[in-house]
Nanobody, 114 residues
Framework: QVRLVESGGGLVQAGGSLRLSCAAS????????MGWYRQAPGKQREMVAV???????NYADSVKGRFTISRDNAKNTVYLQMNNLKPDDTAVYYC????????WGQGTQVTVSS
């Protein structure tokens, strides 16, 4: 059974940086695309960034140039480097594995203060 565990969230001032990690267990990590999504209070969950098994990336317009998604297949881990954070980036961030079971992590809170 696949399990995804996110870490790295926290409280940061506007303009600061955070790096989120998502560790996968129980699956062949390298063959699946992975993604980061976020959900702010009162809003729908939205895609932030995705990375294919081959390393191709795609970003939401709101984070282009500030966030970078990457993966380390040897560690079964996907990362989200977030720079120049803004208060609008405040949300719970979720990791997603595009497997046949479409697995999600439990989420990690990111709060950006102005």
């Amino acid at each position: 059974q696949v399990r995804l565990v996110e870490s790295g969230g926290g409280l940061v001032q506007a303009g600061g940086s955070l790096r989120l990690s998502c560790a996968a267990s129980g699956s062949i990590f390298s063959i699946y695309a992975m993604g980061w999504y976020r959900q702010a209070p009162g809003k729908q969950r939205e895609m932030v960034a995705v990375i294919s098994s081959g390393g191709r990336t795609n970003y939401a317009d709101s984070v282009k140039g500030r966030f970078t998604i990457s993966r380390d297949n040897a560690k079964n881990t996907v990362y989200l480097q977030m720079n120049n954070l803004k208060p609008d980036d405040t949300a719970v961030y979720y990791c997603r594995m595009f497997s046949s079971t479409d697995t999600w992590g439990q989420g990690t809170q990111v709060t950006v203060s102005s």
